[in-house]
């Protein structure tokens, strides 16, 4: 990957930069692609200033570009100019860079890379294909919030952005660091699956007051009738004891999938360390997360609940020093008791 192209990752993902950068040689130009093309996709699909119908068509024209049945060169100047992300502009400006990298692919790799893109491209197609009918904020009528109708449309949802990076990420690792190695590959799968679904439904708990401003409600109408609730006063004081059991019963949910996540890096090989360093990090900082997210009010949420700088470089130390120490090194996950317990309620 072109030092240009590394600069741009880091740019448009300090976290996942993060991850990146402690993953294998052999693994780290196939993933770190993989992660440039669906930031692209992503900042496509999340450029509100142009048309739902605009997005979706510029969403196909990539899709085919990186599946290799359409050539002519892809023109983003357009939706790069609404940017107000220097990296993110240039992120759409150089996707021809980016697709040019697809070739450097051996076979089996681009096929992995292709199928990932394809399944994220088509969850993203489908949130706008959802939400699109809002348009901009000034003109919506006030308070129209437009939610997912069933726990099935979320847990498919998440699985399309996020679950199926879990697959994808084995697949690859598998191939090149640990081939031969014993494992249960469809319980790698199934975990890693998990493991990605649960980042996503940690972010959308998180996000849920910006996404509730912007007319979209990621929780299932289904779920919140039973509790009686509405999307449209979801987060309204005198609604907070009916709000937060439910609320909590979805971070059992995330840290249930997180749970598994963890199994699942337990379970790769023990020599294994950076793919294991690189797995630990994003489940560590997700679990702090849900845990910070447990203890605000409905006040607090309507601010934006995040781990500082100081907590993420914490957990970083702390994983690199009980790394040699299996025992320490297990503990570092707070549990997911209560979690893994009381996650089939939402499935």
């Known amino acids: 990957m072109s030092k240009s192209l590394n600069d741009l990752l880091k740019a448009t993902s300090r976290s996942f930069y993060l991850t990146l950068r402690v993953l294998p040689a052999r693994v780290r130009p196939q993933i770190g692609l993989a992660y440039l093309l669906a930031r692209t996709t ?26 290799g049945s359409r050539s002519e060169p892809v023109n983003f100047r357009d939706l790069a100019q609404h940017q107000g992300s220097p990296a993110e502009k240039m992120l759409l400006e150089k996707t021809e860079d980016s697709l040019a ?21 088509s969850g993203q197609e489908l949130d ?4 699109g009918g809002l348009g901009p904020p000034e003109a919506r009528p006030t308070g129209q919030i437009i939610a997912l109708q069933t726990p099935a449309e979320l847990d498919d949802y998440t699985y399309r952005v996020a679950g199926c990076v879990g697959g994808f990420w084995t697949k690859i690792c598998r191939a090149h660091l640990f081939p031969k190695a014993r494992l249960d590959e469809t319980q790698l799968i199934a975990d890693g699956i998990r493991f990605g679904k649960g980042l996503q439904l940690v972010n959308i708990l998180r996000d849920l007051p910006a996404d509730l401003k912007n007319g979209r409600c990621y929780l299932p109408a289904e779920k919140l009738s039973e509790a009686r609730l509405f999307p449209e006063t979801l987060l309204s004081p005198v ?69 500082s700088r100081g907590e993420v470089r914490g957990v970083l130390l702390r994983s690199l020093a009980s790394y040699p120490l299996p025992g320490v090194w297990r503990n570092q996950f707070p549990a997911g008791r209560k979690a893994v317990a009381s996650g089939a309620k939402l499935a």
């Open 42 to 67: 992503d900042t496509i699909a999340d450029t509100e200033l142009v048309p739902p119908a605009q997005r979706i068509h510029a969403l196909q024209i990539l899709r085919e570009r990186i599946l």
């Open 239 to 307: 609604n907070e004891a009916k709000f937060l059991p439910l609320y909590h019963e979805y971070l059992d949910k995330a840290e249930a999938h997180l749970a598994a996540g963890w199994n699942y890096t337990n379970t790769l090989p023990f020599g294994q360390v950076r793919v294991r360093l690189a797995c630990a990090w994003p489940i560590l900082i997700g679990v702090r997360t849900i845990e910070k997210l447990r203890a605000v009010n409905v006040i607090e949420l309507r601010q934006r609940v995040k781990v």
């Open 128 to 131: 706008l294909r959802r939400f």
């Open 101 to 121: 990298l697809l070739q450097t692919l051996s076979p089996a790799d681009l096929k992995l890379v292709r199928e990932v893109l394809t399944t994220i491209t």
